[in-house]
């Protein structure tokens, strides 16, 4: 009986001193809880989503109690919620404002450009043809205003010495237009004294002496000057002598409305007569024999070979 009675009783008193020492662990190791915690844990709606960036509600009202969460990252609860944790933080809370997405902006049509009216440049066909790529783009900065961009290409011309160039592009500073080389605007009726080539000549080098005269109208010297010296090695001295008249101001009139050509050809007719009436007098006088061709012994005959030749002439 008694080998019972012993383990039981050391079996008891043993559960009592262990309840004893658990009672005074919980006592002495407890850990006390924000009230704070439990607040907004109390507020919260529970749903333990993880939108907040914490695992659950609770983990969210410690990271806000004691941690310094941010008190609206509760999308569940929205802006009620973070209110009350305001108050029970005792802090005002500010909702965030959500921003508008940014209204698109309507697509502006592109007009189409507008046809250029002014006076061109004086640049020849040519050098708009060669150089077209270049004047445009200027033009097209200084228009829309572009400093930094037609400053760069002036900059470019002036590095490479292109002092035409650069003489074009204060010409369209003051407004001129960069007219199309096949497209030139009508060149104005010529005025002035015609040079004194003949028709003929003129209808023999009407292109280089339009040439010439379009250089040196703009001022293409190096154009003009050119064809100066390809008329010298060629020995066209006759054609030099037109181009110094065109630099005097002379037009070059066209073939058939050329005083000076009228002239010519009327120099020529009369040439052409008397070479014929020197013929004419030589078939007489093969025909007669030669004492009847000397003047002295033929007076009539000379009289009415004159005659004749003065009547063609008229």
């Given amino acids: 009986m008694e080998a019972i009675l012993i383990p039981v009783v050391v079996m008891g008193i043993t559960g009592v001193l262990m309840g004893l020492f658990l009672a005074y662990a919980s006592k002495k190791f407890e850990v006390e809880k924000d009230p704070k915690v439990e607040a907004i844990l109390a507020i919260l709606p529970g ?21 310094g969460a941010k008190m609206t990252l509760c999308a569940p609860g929205g802006p009620k919620v973070a ?19 940014a209204a698109k902006k309507p697509v502006e049509k592109k007009e189409a450009p507008k046809a250029q009216t002014g006076e061109p440049i004086t ?14 783009k200027f033009k097209a900065a200084f228009d829309s205003g572009d400093k930094e961009a037609y400053e760069k290409l002036e900059n470019l011309a002036k590095t490479a010495n ?27 009726a010529q005025t002035g004294e015609p040079i004194t080539a003949s028709a003929e000549f ?30 010298k090695t060629a020995q066209k001295d006759e054609l030099l002598k037109y181009y110094e008249e065109i ?9 058939g409305a050329s005083p000076a050509a009228t002239s010519a ?12 009436a020197k013929k004419q007098e030589a078939v007489y006088c093969s025909v007669l024999g030669d004492g009847l061709c000397v003047p002295e012994q033929n007076e009539e005959v000379q009289k009415g070979l004159s005659k004749a030749l003065e009547e063609e002439i008229k």
């Fill in 47 to 67: 749903v333990n989503c993880g939108a907040c960036g914490y695992p659950g509600c609770s983990g969210y009202a410690t990271g806000v109690a004691q941690e």
């Fill in 83 to 101: 209110g009350k944790i305001g108050e029970i933080m005792g802090v005002e809370v500010e909702m965030p404002v959500k921003k508008k997405p």
């Fill in 123 to 136: 640049a020849s066909a040519e050098f708009i043809e060669k150089n077209k790529r270049m004047l445009t």
């Fill in 162 to 188: 292109k002092d035409e160039l650069l003489k074009y592009y204060e010409e369209i500073k003051t407004g001129k237009i960069i007219p199309e080389p096949g497209a030139s605007p009508v060149a104005p």
């Fill in 202 to 231: 003129i209808e023999k080098n009407k292109r280089m002496l339009t040439k010439f005269k379009v250089a040196f109208d703009s001022g293409d010297k190096e154009a003009y000057e050119k064809l100066e010296n390809l008329a």
């Fill in 247 to 255: 630099k005097t101001g002379k037009i070059i009139p066209e073939p």
């Fill in 265 to 276: 050809n009327e120099t020529e007719v009369k040439t052409v007569t008397k070479e014929e």
